[in-house]
């Protein structure tokens, strides 16, 4: 069984940063991708960005230059350092590991970005 925690939302005005942790734990698969998905109200779940087990990133389009994903493995942490914050971005951010076995999700943080 995997677990996962995120932290790091909060409320932030425009332009404003963030940065979310998402902290694993459990056996976690040899070959795996982490993501950060989000979810604002009234709309469908959306991925963010994923970083594989061999490091490469990938982004949606309408946060690539100001999202960053990175993960710490010591730490079994992984990261979005969110920059350049717009209302657009507000809603509950996920944590997800996917492995060919199973997905896994966390509880989610909320992150509101208002002036």
């Known amino acids: 069984q995997v677990q996962l925690v995120e932290s790091g939302g909060g409320l932030v005005q425009p332009g404003g940063s963030l940065r979310l942790s998402c902290k694993i734990s459990?056996?976690?698969?040899?070959?795996?991708?982490i993501g950060w998905a989000r979810q604002a109200p009234g709309k469908q779940r959306e991925l963010v960005a994923h970083?594989?087990?061999?490091?490469?990133?990938n982004y949606r389009d309408s946060v690539k230059g100001r999202f960053t994903i990175s993960r710490d493995n010591a730490r079994n942490t992984v990261y979005l350092q969110m920059n350049n914050l717009t209302p657009e971005d507000t809603a509950v951010y996920y944590c997800r590991i996917t492995s060919v076995e199973a997905t896994y999700w966390g509880q989610g943080t909320e992150v509101t970005v208002s002036s």
């Open positions: 970083i594989t087990s061999g490091g490469n990133t």
């Open positions: 459990g056996e976690i698969p040899s070959a795996h991708a």
